[in-house]
T-cell receptor, first 113, second 114 residues
């Protein structure tokens, strides 16, 4: 079945540091890929998405590129802020009749001033 | 409403009791999903409703779990004879296929089974 693997956390960075969160996936078809973020005390929000190979999703300074050859969708940000502290989930959806999301375990990011 | 609304936000119950969790999706969204977020298992899909089609129940962990969606809008997730391992945050999401099918999540119901 489908699966998403995220790097182990938690991750602690200083403000303005470079961020990479690794995500790889296994899927039978050609899924859409997503990063969701959960800020403290809030619900899950879509951060960015990509629907086909070589697409780059971007939002709020975050980027991720859909790499079919390596089945990866790593999240990057050039300069993190304290406000980026949250839990980040990588997810995929095969689409079709049921667009359910398959999530990775999530990773907690803490950014210190 | 403006977003997906879930109630209650917190529920504490005793082992063996039944609980009902409610989800009010974004108006006009035809698809509705339930997920469970627990420490051990992460985020897991439970059940999916799309319009008037039969729901996809493939993620329900046992026959103690059921869900319905009345009138294509509000959904209720029912857990019968709750067990301690049912303790988790239950998340609801809705989406609109005509608008990219992005799932929008509610804040969740935190269920604690004592």
């Amino acid at each position: 079945g489908d699966s998403v693997t995220q790097m182990e956390g938690p991750v602690t960075l200083s403000e303005e540091a470079f961020l990479t969160i690794n995500c790889t996936y296994t899927a039978t078809g050609y899924p859409s890929l997503f990063w969701y973020v959960q800020y403290p005390g809030e619900g899950l929000q879509l951060l960015l998405k990509a629907t086909k190979a070589d697409d780059k999703g971007s939002n709020k300074g975050f980027e991720a590129t859909y790499r079919k050859e390596t089945t990866s969708f790593h999240l990057e940000k050039g300069s993190v802020q304290v406000s980026d502290s949250a839990v980040y989930f990588c997810a995929l959806s095969e689409g079709g009749a049921n667009s359910k999301l398959t999530f990775g375990k999530g990773i907690t990011l803490s950014v210190r001033p | 409403g403006a977003g997906v609304s879930q109630s209650p936000s917190n529920k504490v119950t005793e082992k063996g009791k039944d609980v009902e969790l409610r989800c009010d999706p974004i108006s006009g969204h035809t698809a509705l999903y339930w997920y469970r977020q627990s420490l051990g298992q992460g985020l897991e899909f439970l059940i999916y409703f799309q319009g008037n089609s039969a729901p996809d129940k493939s993620g329900l962990p046992s026959d103690r779990f059921s869900a319905e969606r009345t009138g294509g809008s509000v959904s209720t997730l029912t857990i019968q004879r709750t067990q301690q391992e049912d303790s988790a945050v239950y998340l609801c999401a809705s989406s609109d296929r005509t608008k990219g099918n992005i799932q929008y999540f509610g804040a969740g119901t935190r269920l604690s089974v004592l």
